[in-house]
């Protein structure tokens, strides 16, 4: 039975793209077929974060135009059997796509594939509502900011009226030494606003950066990494494993502690 | 420097105070011409059974987060003789 989940925002900015592409690589690595669809249509990143920007041929608008088999557009992931890559069209925008149309591919898609990773632009206009059109389930994507928790809930409310119910919560780039000062909001607050399932918690990290640089997801080598684990749990999340959440608490030293109270005294 | 006692309020609940007002804004703004339409049907409804004091009907949202429950205090004047025979 294969599932099509839709990973959006609101906001842009907050880690849609990075989310998605380190899921795709995680429930691909767990044995899983997955194929990745970039519908950010004429701002194309996807490719980009997975480092295969240099293989694309066709894009989903070719695709859905009929100039191309579905087949032709998709590119395989050389890392990692059953991966694949459904580019965006760059030249093209939103409304090249409609909703129904994005219902059809990812219909076919799912004739193949177990898992549809769908990358949803940031914004509440026709980009949302074609990447949400086919998916089964959705997954949002916030950082610990008022800003994007507020457009998390708008997110909420748009997806619950388009009949999904049980949407689940990324919260992205924690700090867990801010939070411990109290210079962040923690994971309880953002929950208890919302009023949303807690899906994974992914600090704040910068190999994300330097895995972003070469085009490598950090869930490539998930080890090397507590982003890299976070994204592994929430794979196997999805795959309806109970798995806890990482400590990701590190205490502030006697030291640190010290000099913060001497600043801020 | 040690005044350790008067330190600001911590920024993640002062984050947290000015989300929640927001939400609470943001999530009203949806309902105003929804609450007419639904004020609106409840009276024609309730009208077919009992006679009611449109004036003194009050309709409202309680609780503040997403759940939120409706409140209406609908005053009648006088129950409809002939209510049951109504279809």
């Known amino acids: 039975m294969s599932e099509a ?42 490719d980009v974060v997975m480092g295969l920007e240099n293989r694309i041929v066709y894009d ?5 135009e009929g100039f191309c088999r579905l087949r032709q557009a998709l590119i395989k992931d050389k890392r990692l059997d059953g991966l694949f890559l459904l580019p965006a069209a760059q030249t093209k925008d939103k409304t090249s796509v409609t909703p129904d149309q994005m ?6 898609l799912k004739e193949e594939y177990d898992y549809i990773l769908v990358d949803c632009p940031a914004g509440i206009e026709q980009g949302f509502k074609n990447a949400i059109a086919g998916a089964d389930r959705a997954l949002i994507v916030t950082t610990p900011e008022v800003a994007a928790v507020r ?12 009949g999904f119910d049980d949407p689940g919560l990324i919260v992205n780039r924690i700090r867990p030494k801010m939070v411990a000062k109290g210079d962040m909001m923690d994971i309880p607050d953002i929950i208890d606003i919302l009023a949303i399932r807690l899906m994974g918690v992914v600090p704040d990290d910068e190999y994300i950066v330097v ?44 030291w640190e502690k010290l000099l913060r109270l001497i600043k801020t005294g | 420097m040690f005044g350790w006692f008067s330190r ?11 989300l929640k007002l927001v939400l609470m804004q943001d999530r009203m703004a949806l309902a105003p011409h929804t609450m007419e339409e ?19 009907l009050e309709f409202e949202w309680k609780g503040n987060e997403r759940n939120k429950a409706l409140v209406a205090n609908i005053p009648v004047r006088s129950v409809r003789r002939r209510a049951k025979a109504i279809d």
């Open chain 2, 38 to 56: 639904m004020k609106d049907a409840v009276i024609m409804a309730i009208s077919r059974f009992v006679e009611i004091d449109e004036e003194g």
């Open chain 1, 5 to 46: 989940i839709v990973i959006t925002s609101g906001k842009g900015g907050v880690g849609k793209t990075t989310a998605c592409a380190n899921l795709g690589v995680a429930l691909a690595s767990l044995g899983h077929k997955v194929v990745l669809v970039d519908a950010d249509i004429g701002l194309r990143n996807l």
């Open chain 1, 60 to 64: 989903l608008v070719d695709v859905v």
């Open chain 1, 211 to 254: 895995s972003t640089n070469r085009g490598e997801p950090a869930a490539l080598a998930a080890n090397k990494s507590k982003a890299g684990q976070a994204f592994m749990n929430i794979a196997r999340r999805i795959l309806g494993e109970e798995v806890p959440f990482l400590d990701l608490n590190e205490q502030e030293t006697f």
């Open chain 2, 8 to 18: 600001k309020q911590q920024s993640k609940n002062v984050a947290r105070d000015r």
């Open chain 1, 151 to 162: 457009d998390a809930d708008r997110i909420i409310g748009l997806l619950e009226s388009s």
């Open chain 1, 103 to 108: 219902k059809q591919l990812v219909e076919q």
